[in-house]
């Protein structure tokens, strides 16, 4: 795998093998939709593990699904043997909504050696496939060495 032309297969790996580490979205029931270079969809299914008082999703599990798709979409145009980690994200809430899934799509803006600029977009996918925009999020992330 290059910079300029990475493996598909192992650019999903290495994303898939990283989530499997992270408890939090296990516990939520987040799974991986697609990976390309500098980009990841997850998948986030309504449930009782991630509602507020009024039984719509809650914000702070669209705002780590966002942080989770933008990292990823960062750390697939990150060298090997690093990571990245948030340093800072903004995120803007357009509806709120109840039952499906919410898809977060992280795309990188910009990669730099020192910091690396993504998005998410957060899209609310209905029963009846329906789809509605539900939130927008701009993150800065830094490569940090792989410790594992």
Excluded: W
């Excluded at 009024?54 to 669209?62: E, I, K, P, R």
């Excluded at 942080?67 to 800072?88: C, F, H, K, Q, R």
Aim: glycine fraction near 10%; charge should be neutral; proline fraction near 6%.
């Amino acid at each position: 795998m290059t910079a300029a032309n990475p493996d598909p297969t192992a650019l999903r790996e290495r994303v898939a093998a990283s989530l499997a580490r992270q408890g939090m979205m296990r516990h939520l029931g987040v799974r991986l939709v697609d990976v390309a270079p500098g980009t990841v969809t997850l998948a986030l299914p309504y449930s009782d593990k991630v509602t507020q008082q009024q039984d719509g999703f809650h914000g702070g599990a669209m705002g780590a699904l966002a942080d989770i798709a933008g990292g990823y979409a960062g750390l697939t145009v990150a060298p090997d043997g690093m990571e990245v980690t948030t340093v800072e994200y903004k995120i803007n809430f357009l509806a709120a909504f109840q039952d499906g899934e919410l898809l977060a799509i992280g795309r990188v803006v910009r990669a730099g050696r020192r910091i690396i600029v993504t998005t998410a977009e957060l899209v609310h996918v209905a029963p009846d496939g329906t789809r509605s925009p539900c939130a927008v999020m701009q993150q800065t992330l830094v490569p940090v060495p792989k410790t594992y």
